[in-house]
């Protein structure tokens, strides 16, 4: 039975993984497409969660209409390029943009 366990973390890890991109698809499906968001002025607080939403999508199945998503709209962002919170997330958009433009 133990010669086996590795095997098993490494199926069980990656089901986990399917499981949560799946969900984060969903959801961001969901939340881009809902009236009230779009309706809002682009400055609001939750366009920096979208780009953000969209960028680790993007980091995690490399689906291009996730990095469309980010360059259509990062310039949307208002001041605080250096903000990371719970309310901001432009610090952390930043990191992964330029991870993502540098590997590819």
Known sequence: ???H??????????WYVFVLVFHSRM??????QRTEYKSLPLSCK?????IW??????KATKTANYWDFVKSNIQTLDAGLF???WDG???GINVLVSQVSYLS
């Open 5 to 14: 366990a590795p095997s098993t973390v490494i199926l069980t890890a990656t």
């Open 83 to 85: 903000d990371f919170g």
């Open 46 to 50: 939750n366009q920096d969660e979208l």
């Open 53 to 58: 939403g969209a960028s680790w999508l993007y």
């Open 1 to 3: 039975m133990r010669e």
């Open 27 to 32: 959801i961001f499906i969901i939340v881009s």
């Open 89 to 91: 997330k432009h610090a």
